[in-house]
């Protein structure tokens, strides 16, 4: 039941995960579910960028000289973290959005359709036994640097995943009780 894989979902982080590859299948699967995310006016402006093995490693060093060329005061335990981190996952999948060239919905629509679409990632990692994190990190903006993107489209984090081992412990929630007004 789908309520059920929602109330499982739960941020999985690097340092949890073990050493098990993640199949090229089940990332298919993973990007399918992302792809049947609700766009207004279907502009669709979700785009993956999938980093495995050597990429990975680049993508790590990447980050980790970006850091220290526009830190002010760059920490060296930092810098070392992220180099380290996107090692420790199986794949790592660039979240990205193209803005629709007609600019025919607001921008914001067009992010909350790629964050619909992450959730729907989430939910299918849930379901495959893949932990998941999403990663948005002030440095995503120099991702320009290291894909080849084109003007219209932004890097919105990095969607860490690897295969773990522990158990995952329960989370909580207020009620929604105190969120909701009926009218």
Known sequence: M????????R???PAQYNDTPIAKE????????????PSHRKTEP??????????LEKLGL???????????????????????????????????????????VPEWEEVAAVAMAVQNMWLACTEL?????????????????????NHEEACLGFFYMGNYDQE?????RGSIEDKTVWL
């Open 62 to 104: 990447f980050l980790s000289l970006k850091y220290l060329e526009t830190d002010p005061s760059p920490k060296e335990f930092k810098a070392k973290k992220i180099i380290e981190n996107p090692k420790k996952a199986s794949a790592i999948i660039a979240i990205c959005m193209q803005r629709d060239p007609m600019k025919s």
């Open 26 to 37: 089940d990332i298919l699967k993973v990007l399918e579910a992302a792809n049947w995310a």
């Open 129 to 149: 036994g893949i932990g998941a994190y999403w990663s948005s990190p002030a440095l995503v903006k120099h991702m320009g640097d290291f894909f080849e993107m």
């Open 46 to 55: 979700w785009r993956f960028k999938v980093m495995q093995g050597e990429t």
């Open 2 to 9: 789908i309520f059920d894989v929602i109330r499982k979902r």
């Open 11 to 13: 941020s999985v982080f």
């Open 168 to 172: 995952i412990p329960d989370s909580a």
